[in-house]
């Protein structure tokens, strides 16, 4: 069966017609930058985006195992390729990422159907992988990779914000997490590799840029001698420095970052350069010292708040969001309180909480006091209720104040409004101009005044 896609114009430079391709993301902002990565190759080598899921030729699912809720979603979404691959033997099924690397072999005993699964740290070889699978191999390639730098050009969901790795691979321990395993050692990109992509970015028209790592705070430390400041050590500030000045583009951020390594060096840094906004996400994951050490996250809950506090004193209007798991094995009722009583006091903009999921091939997932679904649901139930509450508060700060957003697209709930994002990183919608040639366009920074809030957005009006 083949989908019948009138050719783009772009296509005329491909190499051939393949067939068409589909691409599921689940899981992190680093997944999504894999995938648009890997979607660039496909296009490359020939394939065309197809319009449906269940029509395409060829359909990779990169996955994400962070907790057992992502991985079972994978596997349903894998059911429904198998059958289909019964009545349409050339169909090739792909997954990446995550899952992919944690299962290896398993999945394809699991799931004969599929063709090929790589690891995230194989997602630049993808063509070589394909080519292997069209001479009639399967092919299993989750062995550790050093990762080159992309031939492909990324095929991206915006036009105007993009992802730019910075450092792969996560060197911590936290006793719950399964990323370590499977995304393999830290492993940074060097200044010039990544001041080259934000140029190229640049000059085609995007407008902000996102620095990803999952652990980004430790960005250089795997480059010995780096002479590049006075400690001779590259570090994520020094980043920062060096790519500033690249013209077109408008605003800079980064994540994940790490309480442990988050230095005040940082946060000097980022209140210096203008085009680095005020959004910091720094996940605290619970407000008990017992519980942090037993996470080994190698910092304290007075710690954490020295961070957020020296924030809060050189750059009062930055917004911090955090990450939480509540029920971590032996959490008692006080411990996760200490939880809700932070989320209280740091007054955070948003956090995403998770109940604990054990992973495999971590500590925690082994030790006794594991606790029941019931704890895991109620309190889940408990800090959401809180987190909504405060972010709503939190929110009241921008009612009738005037942003300066950045418009990313149409609204696609509701086509007469823009959405963009305050520097804060809060979504904001407002409404088209009347004419259309009078209205914002992608890529524009725009003045709105707020006023209308909601939980997890605004409202406003052009000025
Ligand atoms: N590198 C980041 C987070 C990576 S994973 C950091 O160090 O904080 C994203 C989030 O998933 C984590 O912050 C954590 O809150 C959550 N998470 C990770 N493992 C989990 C598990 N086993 N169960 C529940 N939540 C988990
Ligand atoms: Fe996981 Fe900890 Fe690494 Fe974050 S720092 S990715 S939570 S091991
Ligand atoms: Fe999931 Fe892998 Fe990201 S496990 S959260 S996709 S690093």
Not at 41 to 70: F, P, S, W
Not at 95 to 120: F, H, N, S
Not at 441 to 455: D, M, S, T
Request: charged letters at 25%.
């Amino acid at each position: 069966m083949t989908t019948t896609i009138a050719p783009t114009k772009q296509s005329k430079s491909f190499k051939s017609h393949r067939g068409s391709y589909w691409i599921t993301t689940f899981g992190c902002q680093m997944n999504k930058a894999d995938s648009e990565r890997m979607s660039g190759i496909l296009q490359t080598m020939g394939y065309e985006l197809a319009e449906e899921e269940l029509k395409a030729d060829l359909v990779l699912y990169n996955t994400c195992t962070i907790r057992d809720n992502a991985e079972q979603k994978v596997y349903s979404y894998l059911g429904r390729q198998a059958r289909r691959k019964k009545s349409d033997p050339n169909l090739k099924i792909i997954i990446a990422g995550c899952l992919a690397q944690q299962e290896g072999e398993t999945l394809l005993r699991r799931v004969p159907e599929v063709d090929l699964v790589m690891g995230p740290q194989h997602a630049n070889r993808l063509e070589t992988l394909l080519n292997q699978v069209d001479n009639g191999h399967q092919v299993l390639a989750t062995d550790e990779q050093y990762i080159y730098e992309d031939i492909a050009t990324a095929r991206r969901e915006s036009a105007i914000c993009g992802w730019v790795n910075i450092i792969y691979g996560c060197n911590e321990r936290c006793t719950y997490c399964v990323v370590p395993s499977v995304r393999g050692k830290e492993q940074s990109r060097t200044p010039q590799a990544i001041k080259h992509e934000i140029e190229e970015l640049a000059r085609i028209g995007y407008k902000e840029i996102t620095l990803l790592g999952q652990n980004i705070d430790a960005y250089g430390r795997d480059f010995k001698a780096y002479e590049f400041n006075k400690s001779g050590q590259l570090t994520l500030s020094y980043l920062l420095e060096y790519i500033h000045d690249i013209e077109g583009i408008e605003r800079i951020r980064f994540a994940t970052s790490h309480p442990r390594y988050f230095t005040k060096e940082l946060i000097d840094v980022c209140a210096k350069l203008p085009k680095v906004c005020e959004h910091f996400h720094i996940p605290v994951q619970s407000g008990s010292n017992k519980i942090l050490k037993n996470m080994g996250r190698g910092y304290t809950v007075q710690t954490y708040k020295e961070i957020v506090n020296y924030i809060k004193q050189i750059m009062p209007d930055s917004s911090i969001t955090s990450d939480a798991i509540v029920a971590f094995p032996g959490e008692t009722r006080d411990e996760f309180e200490e939880t809700l009583s932070l989320i209280e006091d740091v007054k955070f903009d948003l956090v995403n909480t998770a109940a604990y999921s054990p992973r495999p091939n971590t500590p925690a997932a082994l030790w006794p006091n594991q606790l029941s679904e019931k704890i895991k649901i109620d309190r889940l139930r408990e800090i959401n209720n809180l987190v909504e509450k405060t972010a709503k508060k939190r929110n009241l700060r921008y009612k009738d104040s005037l942003q300066e957003i950045l418009v990313e697209s149409i609204n696609s709930k509701d086509n007469s409004q823009l959405l963009g994002r305050t520097r804060t990183n809060r979504l904001t919608f407002f409404p088209k101009a009347s004419i259309d040639s009078k209205s914002p366009q992608p890529g524009e920074l725009v003045n709105i005044k707020i006023n209308e809030i909601r939980p997890f957005s605004l409202t406003g009006s052009l000025l």
